[in-house]
RNA sequence: GCAGGGAUGACGGAGCGGUCAAUCGUAUCUGACUGUAAAUCAGACGGCCUUGUGCCUACGGGGGUUCAAAUCCCUCUCCCUGCA
């Protein structure tokens, strides 16, 4: 994998590049597409290619579970396995740590709203299914219960079985409201398990590379919560070490975006790679990352509220199993050149929804990952054109005119 | 005609003297969803308001027993099942 820097706007850490990889060149800033389970919810490979998709990331932990690294690797790796002939990531399951673990049945209220610090809240809840110790996670498989442990080794190991062209160092992700020892704690393992990440990544590239296969790439993550001096710590130790780009984990809200991100990125090197892991749901999230140093996202949310009936307008997002939209035979953006907005109605599309029809979630999914993955590659144009700071002020402005969520980040 | 069984909120269907404006499911309405345990989850769902251990109207119609009835009795209407 390579990486190159094409342009760069002056006064914030934005740029645009390419990641080439041996399945072809993803144009950075770029949407990664989520495909947890070495598929895109709903939608055919030839789907998310004609949505925009450049890219999708898979997940070692689901994998593992089903069908297993040995099928994959059978396939001829995750793109043959799902006829995806482009770019692929995976994630190391790593996030599985800490949506297993911690926030197991607690969701985001762990990591966001309560602004006490709510430390008992980050405590082990007795259910979660994941463990953790220096040597790696023992999850309980949601699928059938087993008990499988996942330490540094094994999940390269599984990623460079499923063969993906770019993969996630494992690392823990900790609630960000948790008790700043135990975020340190948490982070020294993560950059423990970097390093046996790394040692075990690059003797399994020597066996590619004695087997003449493609070698395989490695990014780290970035953790360190909400805290400078971590995330900085983080960065300054991973920035330093042989890794092809960065992860950055744990960030959770828009807000958060502009302080840790000014904190990691301006550490590590330049000339690589960074990743903002999770973070997309919202045109904030994409504007703030790319304008702080992002190169490429990925998020499961667009997927997911499509599949929920939450759809994006340039107006703000909307419900599309609200009644208001039975009778309305406009198309879901009057502006949008996706293939749903081109030949089907709200009324059509809500209707799907009611009447509990899998098409519901084909169509809003086609509309929603457009939305996001067009959405950065505008972005990506306006830095080549130099009109970011317009496209974001009009942009952010007329998405969020209607909501009721205010937007402080973006007006500090 | 005789003998049984039944009629409950939009629908299905619990309840069988007080803790019942009535379990539950569906439908309906609304909300949430950020490295996917998610085609999932949560809330509302008779009316009114001064939102309260508040007031009305309600379990086919009418009448009764009781301090108290969706629940017991009588009667009417309709439905189902046997036997003539």
Same mark, same amino acid.
């Given at each position: 994998m390579q990486f190159k820097i094409n342009h760069r706007l002056e006064g914030t850490l934005a740029r645009t590049g390419e990641i080439i990889t041996p399945h072809g060149v993803i144009k950075t800033p770029a949407f990664i597409v989520g495909g947890t389970k070495a598929t895109v919810k709903a939608l055919t490979p030839e789907q998310v290619e004609s949505v925009g998709g450049r890219a999708i990331l898979a997940n070692t932990y689901h994998l593992l579970l089903q069908p297993g690294p040995e099928i994959i690797n059978h396939a001829g790796g995750l793109g043959k396995f799902m006829h995806w002939d482009k770019p692929t990531f995976t994630d190391s399951g790593g996030f599985q740590v800490f949506s297993l673990g911690m926030a197991y049945k607690k969701g985001i209220d762990l990591v966001s709203h309560s602004s006490k610090g709510d430390a008992s809240q980050a405590k082990a809840s007795k259910s979660q299914l994941?463990?953790?110790?220096?040597?790696?996670?023992?999850? !309980? =498989?949601?699928?059938?219960?087993?008990?499988? %442990?996942?330490?540094?080794?094994?999940?390269?190991?599984?990623?460079? *079985?499923?063969?993906?062209?770019?993969?996630? $160092?494992?690392?823990?992700?900790?609630?960000? @409201?948790?008790?700043?020892?135990?975020?340190?704690?948490?982070?020294?393992?993560?950059? $423990?398990?970097?390093?046996?990440?790394?040692?075990?990544? *690059?003797? @399994?590239?020597?066996?590619?590379?004695? &087997?003449?296969?493609?070698?395989?790439?490695?990014?780290?993550?970035?953790?360190?919560?909400?805290?400078? %001096?971590?995330?900085?710590?983080? $960065? !300054?130790?991973?920035?330093?070490?042989?890794?092809?780009?960065?992860?950055?984990?744990?960030?959770?809200?828009?807000?958060?975006?502009?302080?840790?991100?000014?904190?990691?990125? =301006?550490? @590590?090197? %330049?000339?690589?790679?960074?990743?903002?892991?999770?973070?997309?749901? *919202?045109?904030?999230?994409?504007?703030?990352?790319?304008?702080?140093?992002?190169?490429?996202?990925?998020?499961?949310?667009?997927?997911?509220?499509?599949?929920?009936?939450?759809?994006?307008?340039?107006?703000?997002?909307?419900?599309?199993?609200?009644? &208001?939209?039975?009778?309305?035979?406009?198309?879901?953006?009057?502006?949008?050149?996706?293939?749903?907005?081109?030949?089907?109605? &709200?009324?059509?599309?809500?209707?799907?929804? !009611? $009447?509990?029809?899998?098409?519901? =979630?084909t169509l809003s999914s086609i509309h929603n990952e457009y939305f996001v993955v067009a959405t950065v590659d505008k972005i990506r144009h306006s830095l080549e054109d130099g009109s970011f700071h317009d496209l974001k002020q009009s942009f952010i402005q007329r998405y969020y005119a209607n909501s009721d969520k205010p937007l402080k980040i973006f007006k500090q």
């Open positions: 994941a463990k953790v110790s220096d040597k790696g996670v023992v999850f !309980k =498989s949601h699928l059938n219960g087993a008990m499988i %442990e996942m330490t540094p080794e094994s999940s390269m190991e599984i990623q460079h *079985q499923i063969a993906a062209d770019i993969h996630m $160092a494992f690392d823990e992700l900790a609630a960000p @409201l948790a008790e700043y020892d135990y975020l340190k704690q948490a982070l020294d393992r993560t950059h $423990a398990w970097a390093l046996r990440c790394l040692k075990r990544h *690059q003797e @399994l590239n020597q066996e590619h590379k004695t &087997k003449h296969e493609d070698e395989q790439a490695l990014y780290a993550v970035v953790q360190g919560a909400r805290h400078q %001096e971590l995330r900085e710590a983080s $960065a !300054k130790f991973l920035g330093a070490m042989d890794f092809d780009g960065f992860g950055i984990g744990g960030v959770f809200e828009p807000g958060e975006i502009p302080s840790v991100l000014n904190w990691t990125n =301006s550490i @590590l090197p %330049e000339h690589k790679p960074r990743h903002l892991l999770g973070m997309g749901s *919202q045109p904030l999230d994409l504007f703030l990352g790319v304008e702080y140093g992002i190169d490429t996202f990925d998020c499961v949310a667009p997927t997911r509220q499509a599949r929920n009936g939450s759809i994006y307008t340039y107006d703000g997002r909307i419900n599309i199993k609200n009644s &208001k939209y039975k009778t309305d035979f406009g198309p879901i953006d009057q502006e949008c050149t996706c293939y749903t907005c081109q030949n089907y109605t &709200k009324a059509y599309v809500h209707h799907l929804f !009611k $009447a509990d029809e899998i098409l519901a =979630s």
